[in-house]
């Protein structure tokens, strides 16, 4: 049996779209709840892809507006993990330019560095 996803694609784009925006706009916890709902219905196969954002997502705010760093280093590292399962520029997004945007704040997290925190990432779109 095929199972046929419930969300339509135009909407899926859409609140994809917003997700990101949400992200980039370090509105975590609003992107979070966005890309949440595509995940719930999405099928097996791309479920972690939106897994890892979330889970970036909810790391960061974590961070940012919960000031919980532990909880943070778990959220973006198992993210980070899922993230790097797919090809650098999987769902139209350039993968390998967050990865590589996260890098430094896992170092950060891990190693509680006393310098200044590495910038917040962005989510940015692949280049066609």
Known sequence: ?????????????ENFRRGLELFNQRRFFECHEVLE????????????????????????????EKRNPKGALSLVSAG?????????????????????????????LTHTASGEPPPVPTIPLARR
């Not at 995940?39 to 909810?58: D, H, R, S």
Request: hydrophobic content about 50%; cysteine-free.
């Open 1 to 13: 049996m095929i199972r046929l996803p419930v969300v339509d694609a135009e909407r899926k784009r």
């Open 80 to 108: 980070a993990e899922k993230l790097r399962r797919y090809p650098p520029a999987h769902g139209g997004l350039d993968l390998a330019a967050l990865l590589r945007a996260l890098d430094p704040w896992l170092a950060h």
């Open 37 to 64: 709902a595509i995940w719930l219905e999405e099928l097996e196969a791309e479920k972690p892809f939106y897994q890892g954002l979330i889970q970036v997502a909810a790391g960061f705010h974590q961070l940012l």
